[in-house]
């Protein structure tokens, strides 16, 4: 199966929360930024990646727009993973799916932290802190 | 894949039990709740086909909400060597776990999201 290569230069979109997508990514060198927007509309990073490591593939999993901005934060290149070849991996290779599991969790469970810090102190406040950590410690774990 | 039943009522697990498997809801409802200020506070209900429990099996973390059966049910138990042995044996039946690990960090993001912030 052919892997096809792509370059940014710093400060390049590769995606945009709310795109269709039908690849992934796999960053071969440089540096990328994973941003989200909050509700006024602000841009705030939530990850950064390196070497190696994969990008994008919610939306190969489930089909649905990308959930976040991806930004080159250096010069980049990355492998451009495709559906046709995300399918055969997580078909014919299934540490390859284990191993999206267990980062899937560890992101779901840096999420919650950051949803949990991002709470605000004030008593009687939002009640999101609790319903959702509980939420997923238990629908999720 | 080994099979549980609850009558209506029944606890499947409480807030702070040690987590080793997942479930699949093979039939009925449940509730899922948590205590807010000593108060029970309902999160949410599951239904036929829904997996929860999930992340125990990857990570082995303890619950922190109560699953309580709300009619006669029925679910499937995904172990961890039931885990492991689909790695090989059925590499197809993990989709659905990536399914609902990648819905839940969409909810999670929308949260995010409402919460505000400029964390």
Redesign the interface.
Known sequence: MDNHFITFNKDEIIFLEGQSSDCAYIIESGKVGIY?????G?R?LVRELGNKELFGE?SL??K?PR??TAIALKNTRCMIVERSRFDYM??????F??S???S??E???A??A??N????SRKGG???K???????????? | METLCFESGEVVFEAGSSSDCAYLVEEGQFEVSTLCNGKKQVIGTLKEKDIFGEMGIIDNQPRSATVIALEKSKVSLITQECFHSMETTNPEALMPLLRVLSTRIRESFKLLNLQNPSA
């Open positions: 989200r927007e909050d509700s006024l602000n705030f919610m999993i489930d649905y959930s976040a997580t078909k014919f290779h299934p540490h799916t284990v999206l599991i267990k899937l969790t992101r779901l469970r999420t919650i950051r949803l810090k991002a709470e605000p939002l009640a999101i609790t319903t959702v950590s509980d939420y997923y410690d238990i629908k999720g774990g």
